[in-house]
């Protein structure tokens, strides 16, 4: 049976990035994104709707968007989906959701200053400019050879 598992996201982050280590020492940054949509009806009533999805994101790439991202900012995100499932400790009652594991980010602001934060934003667009496309950590699985006889 064939599996396919592959997310493309592109919405504005609904908290700052929550930083955290396993214990082996990997980083691992928990963001929240908001992705928008809107449409209009067939009497041409606007309507809007926000999906909110979890996302992690693990080693060096949790460490730059914990950095350079904050609340409110664009991202665009690929990864794949994942379930989690667990006993609530409170109810007893087995809880499940589906997040997203991150697997590349581009930012898609330049990083603007914001009242009050202007060294912030220009340090952040200094060395992460607009745009820019950051890959996974883990290498690529090798290709197949392209001398497939059919």
Same mark, same amino acid.
């Given at each position: ?18 930083? %955290? =280590? ?5 980083? #691992? ?22 999906? +909110?999805?979890? #996302?992690?994101? =693990?080693?060096?790439? *949790?460490?730059?968007?914990? !950095? =350079? ?13 994942? =379930? ?8 007893? !009652? ?5 997040? #997203?594991?991150?697997? %590349? +980010?581009? +930012? ?13 934003? *220009?340090? *952040?667009?200094?060395?992460?400019? *607009?745009?820019? #496309? ?8 090798? !290709? ?5 006889? +059919?």
């Amino acid at each position: 049976m064939a599996s396919f598992n592959k997310v493309i996201l592109a919405g504005n982050l609904t908290r700052d990035p929550e930083l %955290r =280590y396993l214990p082996n020492g990997t980083p #691992v940054a928990r963001i929240g994104l908001a992705i928008g949509r809107r449409w209009k009806t067939e009497t041409g009533e606007l309507k809007e709707d926000t999906t +909110f999805v979890d #996302v992690d994101a =693990y080693g060096k790439q *949790a460490e730059t968007i914990a !950095q =350079y991202m904050k609340k409110g900012r664009p991202i665009l995100i690929e990864g794949r989906l994942r =379930y989690d499932s667990w006993d609530d400790k409170q109810s007893g !009652q087995k809880r499940s959701k589906l997040s #997203v594991v991150l697997e %590349r +980010f581009s +930012f898609l602001d330049s990083g603007r200053p914001e009242a009050g934060n202007a060294g912030a934003a *220009a340090a *952040a667009r200094a060395a992460a400019p *607009a745009a820019a #496309v950051v890959e996974p950590a883990e290498p690529e699985p090798p !290709q197949p050879d392209d001398d497939v006889p +059919f």
